[in-house]
């Protein structure tokens, strides 16, 4: 079964603090994996897309990782601001269709 | 600037009355879609279309209907809504396999 899994559900860290968030997933046949940052109540917005070939991708302050040998990835979040309090979703993407997880909600607190 | 929007933002409607969400993107992409997004369930395909007249079931096509018959325009259309389909809906474009944009959403309350 296709299936993208987020963890942690939630994660409540200070301003300027370092954070990873993990993704799994059980899709085949793999295209590329995306992570999207929400704000709530508004439409995500893309912060990283890597293809198999890649181990790592950055966007700033935002670095992804992926290992396609164990089918993970994460997000790390360097030096934490009140900004990026939102929720992070990972996103794999088939030949046909994009498998979403269920996303990560982070608050971040002063 | 480059963006999809919809309209309407914000939906309070009644059981059964018939309603249309617009979208319309300005990149000349070939890919558009709608979503849901329910709380625990993340976003769900609806629709999706591959070009102008080309368009498929997602993961929860019931109750809704689609149409491209332009490049830029994807309008959802509900009609006969009913109260398990309140929700906040997003339309999406992307060219082939790259980064998709989301539309800012659209918040539907079916009473």
């Known amino acids: 079964k296709n299936q993208v899994e987020q963890s942690p559900q939630s994660l409540i860290i200070l301003e300027g603090k370092n954070c990873t968030l993990q993704?799994?997933?059980?899709?085949?046949?793999?295209?590329?994996l995306r992570w999207y940052k929400q704000d709530t109540g508004r439409g995500p917005v893309s912060l990283t897309i890597m293809t198999f070939s890649e181990n790592t991708k950055s966007n700033g302050r935002y670095t992804a990782t992926l290992d396609a040998d164990t089918k993970q990835s994460s997000l790390h979040i360097t030096a934490s601001q009140l900004s990026d309090s939102a929720s992070y979703i990972c996103?794999?993407?088939?030949?046909?269709?994009?498998?979403f997880g269920t996303g990560t909600r982070l608050q971040v607190f002063p | 600037e480059a963006q999809v929007t919809q309209n309407p933002r914000y939906l309070i409607t009644v059981t059964g009355k018939k309603l249309t969400v617009t979208c319309s993107q300005n990149?000349?992409?070939?890919?558009m879609s709608w979503y849901r997004q329910d709380p625990g369930l993340g976003l769900r395909q609806i629709y999706y279309?591959?070009?102008?007249?080309?368009?498929d079931k997602g993961d929860v096509p019931e109750g809704y209907k689609v149409s491209r018959k332009e490049k830029r325009n994807f309008p959802l259309i509900l009609e006969s809504p009913s109260p398990n389909q309140t929700s906040l809906y997003f339309c999406?474009?992307?060219?082939?396999?790259?980064?998709?944009?989301f539309g800012p959403g659209t918040r539907l309350t079916v009473l």
């Open positions: 279309s591959m070009n102008v007249e080309v368009t």
């Open positions: 999406a474009s992307s060219s082939a396999y790259n980064e998709q944009f």
């Open positions: 990149m000349n992409h070939e890919y």
């Open positions: 996103v794999v993407s088939r030949v046909d269709k994009l498998i």
């Open positions: 993704c799994n997933y059980t899709v085949s046949p793999f295209s590329n």
